[in-house]
């Protein structure tokens, strides 16, 4: 069974910085495309980042220069290294991953974190 545990969420003042971990554990063949959304309340689920196996990153304009996505793929884990949070920033925080978990057909699929709740203060 596939698991993406996310941790690194909390309260924060304004202008601060929160670094988040996704951990995917389970038996799997292979991660591709790794991720972070977030949702604030009343809104839809938005793209924050992503970076491919290889190392390439999408940023969303609100968090570009900001944000900072990372992966350590003999880990298995992304982090999100977040500074000059914004109130704006205050949402949930999920992980999302692109996992193949049998050799002998290579499809993948997405996976999900639970969420991990970043709340930024003015």
């Known amino acids: 069974q596939v698991q993406l545990v996310e941790s690194g969420g909390g309260l924060v003042q304004a202008g601060g910085s929160l670094r988040l971990s996704c951990a995917v554990s389970g038996s799997i063949f292979s991660i591709a495309r790794m991720g972070w959304y977030r949702q604030a309340a009343g809104k839809q689920r938005e793209l924050v980042t992503d970076i491919t196996t290889g190392g390439i990153t999408n940023y969303a304009d609100s968090v570009r220069g900001r944000f900072t996505i990372s992966r350590n793929n003999a880990k298995n884990t992304v982090y999100l290294q977040m500074k000059s949070l914004k109130p704006e920033d205050t949402a949930v925080y999920y992980c999302?991953?692109?996992?193949?978990?049998?050799?002998?057909?290579?499809?993948?699929?997405?996976?999900w974190g639970q969420g991990t709740q970043v709340t930024v203060s003015s």
């Open positions: 999302k991953a692109k996992i193949a978990i049998d050799s002998r057909r290579v499809y993948y699929m997405d996976y």
